[in-house]
């Protein structure tokens, strides 16, 4: 089957293959066709180029007049397996508590905890896949999933399952990453080392055995889990044949990323926080930061410094992270819109942050990420737009009309 997508106005993230993951003011460019064709052989992008070299031959039509293109949107970092919404912390720390205070109590990811461990698998998959299709709506076709409010090896497997089940019944391509140091569970709350140690000794051996994951994350934060208990976790996973992507710098710095970029982990995730010696230690290595700006926005803390991430010549993503406590919504529209008006990323460096590099975030840059030949038909068409710029203008607004994955309309 061959379509071709016709008179497209704006077609954008057009990249020869092997376009390396995009640092600093590289980020400025997101390069475009205007007045475009694209055609799609089966799941693939079979070509593309200016109108007036369009194929005269092909299986279907679809025209594209004024409106644009846009590879779908890749969120790297998300949690959206879970049991319940946690409305009521929301509304506590309206009153004056914070993300802190509220886990202290008792709430926070082990409120989460305790209702997962509950709750039964169908019911998670439930949910999980009604989050899952409103984010195919809203353009991400590409998304990473992790574990982290089962705490246990049944539950954490379980959640994991969860995963796979979406894995396998949705045209979304999905990484799933092992979350066991997310906090502390009850049953180990007066000995933490002995948790670090069922995770290294127990959880990650049978998890990396069952397939079901792609990679292993910790949360790296004073209160949670240390320097050395998140390099113990690294090694662990790497002994398992496993990568690493780690929280970190969400609340503090406590040297977390030299460590991080030691261990060749893949991403450190949220760096709200972030001092000097932290860029220094990302120049010396390979490891992608990665930053949520709706998680500052939904529990008002700093945003990621981005321009001095940017400045000191490193590659950004943003991600959702779409989670229950810290940021309950998925939206990537919003999360570029955020990035703009919060973070005054352009809106080519939010797009490119949220497609080709997030692609190298999640190791899906030979398949996703950007317009090029051979790579995945995934993308969405925009609602008729004057320029790109209306998606983070218009932040309230869903101005995507039409989604294609793997060349097939959603
Ligand atoms: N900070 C750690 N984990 C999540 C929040 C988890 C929760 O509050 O349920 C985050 O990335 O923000
Ligand atoms: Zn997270």
Redesign the pocket.
Known sequence: MKILFYNIKELFQVRENNTSILKGSEMKELPSIKNAFLVVENDLIADYGSMENAPTDFDESVDVSDKMIMPSYIDSHT?IVYACNREQEFVDRINGLSYDEIYKRGG??LN?VEKLRKTSENELYKDAANRLEELIALGTGVIEIKSGYGLSLEAELKMLRVIKKLQENYPVKIKATFLGA?AVPPEFKDNQTAFVDEICNVMIPEIAKSGLADYVDA?LETGYFTVDETRKIIKAATNNGLKSKI?LN?FTAINGIEMCVEENVLTVD?LEIVTDEDIEALKKGKTIPVA?PT?SYFISIPYTPARKLLDANLPLVIAS?Y?????PSGNMNFVVATSCIKIKLTPEEAFNAATLNAAYALEVQNEYGSITKGKKASFFITKPLHSIYAIPYNFGSNLIETVYLHGIKQ
């Not at 989670?323 to 940021?327: A, E, M, S, Y």
């Open positions: 949690h926070g990811i989460s997310h949360f929280h969400q949220h949520l998680c992270d989670n229950p406590g810290t940021t």
